[in-house]
């Protein structure tokens, strides 16, 4: 049906009827501690089920894509679990297995799962569009950090720095410039560049966007409207 490649997700159209479907898990998130299983053909040696828990939340380490939250576990996941479903103690499809962190190509007992909601997100918009359409600012971005700060002169404190801006592009057109840093969106306050890029990606292009900066010492709120973004055209 299509794809997304900035989450690494396909959506397919299955044959045949009366098929046998997985029960999804609901809004709310796997806590740290929760026992999971992790389906899949490791290594082609056939279907395999192993277990341990949740060991974390919201991974962003891997820079495999653009949009990246993982549930990160221990149950081992191996080369042919990814596209397999990481299910909880009662069944339902929580995670998506995805990645492995490995030295020697087995597991070490850490391995990514997307989340089923961010799943679940681009599956409907794939079958509704056709591609997931996300909001986009036209600047690029970086997290700011004390040598940072000192090497360019300003106050070291938290936001996202802007470090370029695409002429006329939404930012531009919104007054922001290289060196403003981003300390809130929508009065929201920002602290991480993957934070921000995913409040933006989730603004339907054509909606005003809010942004508190601080330029010359100054606190300014300057308003954007969103743009669309298109893979590999960046933040």
């Known amino acids: 049906v299509g794809i997304d490649p900035e989450t690494d997700i396909a959506v397919l159209q299955a ?15 796997p806590r740290v501690g929760d026992v999971v299983m992790a389906i899949g053909n490791p290594f ?4 395999t089920v192993t277990m341990g828990i949740v060991s974390a939340t919201g991974r962003s380490v891997l820079g495999v894509t653009d ?10 996941i191996n080369l042919g679990n990814s596209g397999g479903a990481l299910i909880n103690a009662v069944g339902e499809v929580v995670g998506i297995s995805t990645a492995m ?3 020697s190509g087995g597991s070490l007992g850490i391995g990514f799962a997307i989340p089923v909601q961010l799943a679940k997100e681009v599956m409907t918009q794939i079958i509704q569009n056709g591609r997931v359409i996300r909001g986009w600012l036209g600047v690029s971005m970086q997290d700011l950090t004390p040598a940072l ?8 404190g938290e ?5 370029g801006v695409l002429a006329d592009g939404p930012g531009d057109r919104a007054g922001l410039s290289p ?3 981003i300390v809130q969106i929508d009065r929201k306050p920002v602290t991480a560049t993957r934070q921000m890029l995913q409040l933006i990606a989730r603004k339907a292009p054509g909606t005003p966007l809010s942004l508190t900066i601080r330029r010359d010492g100054e606190e300014l709120v300057q308003v954007a409207l969103v743009g669309e973004r298109h893979a590999l055209t960046g933040d």
């Not at 045949?16 to 609901?26: C, D, M, N, T, Y």
């Not at 082609?44 to 279907?47: D, T």
């Not at 949009?67 to 081992?76: K, L, S």
């Open 179 to 181: 060196g403003d840093l």
């Open 15 to 29: 044959a045949g009827s009366k098929l046998p479907i997985a029960r999804l898990g609901g809004s709310e998130e």
């Open 159 to 163: 936001g996202i720095l802007i470090s």
């Open 149 to 156: 700060a000192e090497s360019l002169d300003i106050e070291f």
């Open 101 to 103: 962190y490995t030295q």
């Open 44 to 47: 082609g040696v056939g279907q």
């Open 67 to 76: 949009f990246e939250t993982y549930i990160q576990t221990d149950a081992a």
